[in-house]
């Protein structure tokens, strides 16, 4: 992304206008996107590094795994750094960017859950913050109005302390989006699992019957099964979105992370 901003001024040089002479400043503050995607590797880390790509925006992708095996061509214009996010030289990762994307997170034991969903971002966050990048970016996840027993996991818990650290460390323009159910081409040891198949007509479904499901959303957990999934390009997009746009920042939504895609989309 290139922002030009010119600016023109003639010399004065005391002579009558018709004569005055083609004398013209020009101002080029030339402003390029840098990117750093945490888990660009992953599911919703690929699809930011492609769109990125689509949109002339430089990218890092920083995981234990470093460049994928899928032989796409915008896979060869990322920068594939291999690496742990706890043992990491910051130096080789971030200097220079405009933008860190976290998709940072998992499942496993409660121990593991709480590493990478909670410390693995705060320390990230606090990389980011101490190298000067003015935008921090977690992909979160909605909370589906499970009861506390379950908010308590290692996995909810996590999530909520790295939002936490990224909205107290970037007060205004950190981003939080909290997708549920996210769909799309998920690649697993080189096969492909199609979860488009079920997340999209789910969504559509939704969509279409959103006046009559509406009052039974105060019945006790029917967020688990009234909440849309939310496609994989959807998240990639208000991601990007999030990015380019400085008033872009806070908490978002399921439905406001698909607004946020429909502006990058138009
Ligand atoms: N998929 C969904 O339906 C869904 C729904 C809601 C929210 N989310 C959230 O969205 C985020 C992305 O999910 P995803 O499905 O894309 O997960 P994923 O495919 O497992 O991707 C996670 C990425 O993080 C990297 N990673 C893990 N540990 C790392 C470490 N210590 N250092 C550096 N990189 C590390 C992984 O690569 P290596 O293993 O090679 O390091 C991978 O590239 C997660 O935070 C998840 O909780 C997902």
């Known amino acids: 992304m290139i922002k030009f901003s010119v600016s023109c001024r003639y010399a004065d040089a005391g002579v009558r206008d018709e004569f005055k002479p083609n004398t013209i400043d020009v101002i080029a503050d030339v402003k390029t996107e840098r990117v750093v995607v945490l888990g660009g590797s992953g599911f919703v880390g690929s699809a930011i590094c492609k769109n990125a790509v689509s949109k002339g925006i430089e990218v890092i992708s920083l995981s234990r795994s470093g460049r994928p095996t899928s032989p796409s061509p915008w896979v060869d214009q990322v920068t594939w750094i291999p690496g742990d996010v706890f043992y990491v030289n910051w130096d080789e990762v971030l200097v ?16 593991q859950m709480r590493r990478i969903n909670g410390e693995a971002n705060v320390v990230a966050v606090n990389a980011a913050k101490e190298y000067g ?22 996995y909810f818990t996590g999530k909520r302390k790295a939002e936490s650290e990224v909205l ?13 159910f996210i769909y799309g081409k998920r690649r697993v040891d080189g096969f492909e699992i199609p979860l488009d198949w079920i997340g999209e007509p789910v969504e559509r479904i939704l969509r279409a019957t959103e006046n009559f499901t509406k009052p039974l959303s105060s019945l006790p957990a029917s967020d688990v099964l009234l909440t849309s999934p939310v496609s994989v390009d959807d998240v990639a997009s208000a991601a990007i979105n999030a990015i380019s746009d400085d008033d872009f920042f806070g908490i978002f939504t399921i439905e406001q992370i698909k607004e946020a895609a429909e502006k990058v989309r138009v």
Not at 96 to 111: N, R
Not at 138 to 150: E, G, R, W
């Open 96 to 111: 220079g960017a405009t933008a860190v994307v976290s998709t940072l997170g998992g499942f496993g034991s409660e121990e």
């Open 133 to 154: 990048i003015p935008k921090f970016i977690l992909i979160s996840v909605h909370d589906y109005n499970l009861p506390s027993f379950l908010l308590s996991s290692g």
């Open 168 to 180: 107290s460390k970037y007060p205004n323009s950190g981003v939080v989006l909290r997708p549920g």
